[in-house]
């Protein structure tokens, strides 16, 4: 009861408290309410039009704010309409209305919105408004410095377009901007928002072109847009009425240009949105007209104007229409982070996003808090079956100290089973012991003062021992290693190694005395005793050591053959080269009697028998030839390498240039497709093996119009594997082995001239450079030739 009674009186005084607290803010409220009830009158002068959308946004952000304050307000609006009639009549009229209207009425605060209104306030403030004080918006930094000079009492926000940050955002957005249009009328304020919006490009992107669009007819500057590329944007600043003095509108002329333009199209005022404009940092009218009413309010309740310094701080802010972005594929994560999108279909989660993640975390919480009470039941169930479990583990051990008598009785009987049976088991080993046929020894250790093994003593051994040892186990049993035999055990280490780690070695040893080999398979029975099975390999020994000697007399004999069979190599070499220069004498005496005939009794010779003798000549010179190469072929084979570094891009070009010399009329294509290394080579057989590789392509791309080679070289780890393409006559590639046979040929001589030597010569150069040759091709495709080279050199070959 005492308890309900506290809770009831905690109850009682929070009511209370609550209450307190709602009725001081009532009166407070009551209070203020009573303090404000004085009335102002406010004029609010607009250079524009109604209906104009940035003097609307204006005048908007102006009576929201003073509908805000707590005070009563007459609010008067009046338009100058300066746009539509920039005249001094219509100034002299406008002043005539003003004079007509508030002559005899006392204003509490006028307040400006742009240039043409703040300069008409200033200018007949004495006449028409003596005392007053000016709040003005919508006007720049230059018209404040002309405008207000000489005058006091006046302070408002400067207007501040924001091009830094519009551009910045259209970098951004177009990453590969190379053209930016700047469109502006020029008029006063239109030439400098244009200016300075082109210096502000400038200077954040030099490298992006400016174009101005100001000169002529509006139609002239919407035919401009078309000519714009795409990887441009449109920047508008401000666009009212053009050079032949035709309005346009701020609207109008945006949502004509976005309907003719490829690109994006930026605006740096807010009324530019939902007409086209995709948007940007924009000056917004409203904020502008906020700012001022706020400037406005402060000094309608009694604060000195002198203390409220004009507010210079941009009212600008990011936003984009979605619609653009949707016509122009841009994701929305290339826009600022801080942007406000307009025309976005309703999404739940990103209008409700507090709610939605204050639901969602209340949800988790509730679902941890179901977590752990769930975790806390499980725990308390299973402690409930733990108890369980142990009460039922109590009665059984009752019952089992019951019956321990009984089960005592069983395992004494069971013991003595074990006991016989381990007698049994004992006397099976020792036989198995005792008829190995590997000799087996228990060795017990014998350590020192620091447990290191000094020795071992024998303990057992068995039948077989004795016999591959001829040692008797009543001379040796119960004494040590060196009590039996004079020298000290060699392997002594390893045996300590099998004793202290318990690991089996597997080794080899030699008995000095004996002159036996035997192979030792050690291991720890336990921590006193290390076994040894040990298997006489004497035999085994001398047949690989008999097996050394006739290795060693074979190799012996291969060197002799080897040495044989080069020099019979090099008298073969000698004499072909002696029979090659031997053959071209009476082939060139056949030539040159031909020759003669030709020449003397050409006019005698019947027209088969000149045909004859020319295919003579042609034979001899083609044997020649082929007499040439062979001892080409032959030389290459006997030469030595001098290796140097070449550089294979020179090589290349030297080769491909002296072959074009010989074809001048043929179109060739030649392309190094990759960079090519420099090398360690011999420099004349590569030259030689570029020389055969190019003269090749040029031959078998002699039918095409255009003969195209390509050449060039990959990496691997070991090696540079360069390729020759062409697009030649090809091959059939199930004979590209052939290629590379002495005098094998895929073409007749009728087709394509050739000994078919080039390849194998090719193949035997990069042999002997330590490298690899293959030919790909197919018919009437054209060919590759691939050769490799090393990229490391051993000192052997170097030295070759």
């Given at each position: 009861m005492r308890m309900k009674f506290q809770y009831k009186f905690i109850i009682k005084n929070i009511v209370l408290f609550l209450c307190l607290i709602l009725f001081g803010i009532y009166s407070n409220s009551m209070i203020v309410t009573a303090e404000n009830l004085e009335k102002k009158d406010v004029l609010i002068i607009n250079s524009y039009q109604n209906g104009l959308s940035w003097t609307d946004q204006e005048e908007e952000g102006i009576i929201e704010i003073l509908h805000k304050a707590n005070f009563k307000s007459s609010i008067y609006i009046e338009y100058m309409d300066w746009k539509n009639y920039p005249t001094k009549d219509n100034l002299e009229l406008f002043y005539s209305q003003l004079n007509y209207k508030y002559a005899n009425k006392h204003l509490d605060i006028i307040i400006t919105t742009d240039d043409a209104a703040l300069e008409f306030a200033l200018k007949n403030r004495e006449?028409?408004?003596?005392?007053?004080?000016?709040?003005?918006?919508?006007?720049?930094?230059?018209?404040v410095q002309s405008l207000l000079e000489g005058f006091s009492d006046v302070t408002g926000v400067v207007e501040s377009i924001d091009a830094e940050k519009t551009i910045e955002a259209a970098l951004k957005i177009n990453p590969d901007l190379k053209e930016i249009a700047v469109v502006f009328d020029n008029t006063e304020s239109g030439i400098s928002t244009g200016e300075l919006t082109i210096q502000e490009i400038h200077r954040i992107a030099p490298d992006v072109k400016v174009t101005a669009l100001n000169d002529g007819s509006y139609t002239d500057i919407l035919n401009q847009i078309d000519l714009i590329s795409k990887d441009s944007a449109i920047l508008i600043t401000t666009y009212y009425m053009d050079d032949e003095g035709v309005v346009v509108g701020f609207e109008d002329f945006t949502e004509m240009i976005s309907q003719r333009s490829r690109v994006p199209v930026y605006h740096l005022y807010e009324f530019g949105m939902n007409h086209g404009a995709i948007g940007g940092s924009m000056l917004s009218g409203k904020l502008q007209g906020e700012k001022a009413a706020g400037l406005a309010v402060k000094i309608l309740q009694g604060v000195s104007i002198d203390k409220l310094p004009m507010v210079k701080e941009k009212t600008t802010r990011y936003i984009f229409d979605y619609n653009q972005l949707i016509r122009f594929s841009i994701p929305e994560t290339s826009l600022p982070r801080e942007s406000q999108i307009l025309n976005k279909p309703f999404s739940f989660i990103d209008t409700y996003r507090d709610l939605v993640i204050t639901t969602l975390l209340i949800i988790l919480t509730l679902v941890t808090f179901i977590l752990i009470l769930l975790y806390y039941l499980r725990k308390v169930s299973k402690m409930k079956k733990e108890l369980y479990n142990n009460h039922v583990e109590l009665t059984n051990l009752y019952d089992d100290l019951t019956a321990s008598d009984e089960e005592l009785r069983q395992q004494f009987d069971e013991l003595s089973a074990m006991q016989i049976n381990l007698m049994v088991s004992e006397e099976r080993y020792s036989q198995l012991f005792d008829r190995m046929l590997n000799g087996f020894v228990v060795f017990d250790p014998i350590l020192d003062r620091n447990n290191r093994l000094v020795d071992v003593r024998f303990i057992a051994v068995n039948s077989s021992f004795e016999h591959q040892t001829q040692l008797k186990r009543d001379k040796i049993i119960g004494k040590s290693w060196n009590q039996v035999f004079p020298i000290r055990i060699k392997d002594l280490e390893k045996l300590e190694e099998v004793l202290t780690t318990g690991n089996a070695r597997r080794f080899e040893t030699y008995f000095l005395?004996?002159?036996?080999?035997?192979?030792?398979?050690?291991?720890?029975?336990?921590?006193?005793?290390?076994?040894?099975?040990?298997?006489?390999?004497?035999?085994?020994k001398k047949a690989i050591e008999e097996i050394g000697k006739l290795n060693a007399e074979l190799e012996q004999r291969v060197a002799m053959r080897t040495r044989d069979l080069q020099h019979a190599m090099q008298e073969l070499e000698a004499f072909a080269y002696t029979?090659?220069?031997?053959?071209?004498?009476?082939?060139?005496?056949?030539?040159?009697?031909?020759?003669?005939?030709?020449?003397?009794?050409?006019?005698?010779?019947?027209?088969?028998?000149?045909?004859?003798?020319?295919?003579?000549?042609?034979?001899?010179?083609?044997?020649?030839?082929?007499?040439?190469?062979?001892?080409?072929?032959?030389?290459?084979?006997?030469?030595?390498?001098?290796?140097?570094?070449?550089?294979?891009?020179?090589?290349?070009?030297?080769?491909?240039?002296?072959?074009?010399?010989?074809?001048?009329?043929?179109?060739?294509?030649?392309?190094?497709?990759?960079?090519?290394?420099?090398?360690?080579?011999?420099?004349?057989?590569?030259?030689?093996?570029?020389?055969?590789?190019?003269?090749?392509?040029?031959?078998?791309?002699?039918?095409?119009?255009?003969?195209?080679?390509?050449?060039?070289?990959?990496?691997?780890?070991?090696?540079?594997?360069f390729y020759v393409k062409d697009n030649g006559v090809g091959f059939d590639r199930n004979y590209s082995e052939k290629l590379f046979g002495l005098f094998q040929r895929l073409h007749t001589s009728d087709e394509f001239e050739g000994s078919g030597i080039g390849l194998i010569t090719i193949k035997k150069i990069i042999e002997k450079h330590g490298g690899r040759t293959w030919i790909e091709g197919e018919l009437d495709k054209g060919a590759t030739v691939y050769f490799t080279l090393p990229n490391k050199w051993s000192e052997d070959m170097k030295s070759n």
């Open positions: 006449k028409l408004f003596p005392n007053t004080p000016i709040v003005f918006s919508g006007v720049n930094e230059r018209g005395g004996y002159q036996m080999h035997f192979l030792v398979n050690a291991f720890r029975i336990d921590n006193n005793q290390i076994g040894i099975v040990i298997e006489n390999i004497t035999e085994y029979v090659s220069h031997d053959l071209k004498s009476p082939l060139r005496a056949v030539d040159s009697y031909s020759k003669i005939i030709l020449e003397d009794y050409q006019d005698e010779l019947k027209e088969e028998v000149i045909r004859m003798l020319f295919h003579v000549r042609n034979i001899c010179s083609e044997m020649i030839d082929m007499i040439n190469k062979l001892l080409q072929y032959s030389t290459t084979s006997k030469k030595e390498l001098h290796l140097e570094p070449v550089d294979c891009n020179e090589l290349f070009a030297t080769s491909y240039h002296q072959l074009k010399c010989s074809v001048p009329e043929r179109r060739i294509e030649f392309k190094v497709e990759t960079g090519l290394p420099t090398v360690l080579a011999d420099r004349t057989m590569l030259k030689q093996v570029l020389n055969n590789i190019l003269s090749n392509s040029f031959k078998f791309t002699k039918n095409r119009d255009i003969a195209y080679i390509n050449v060039g070289a990959n990496i691997t780890e070991n090696e540079y594997v």
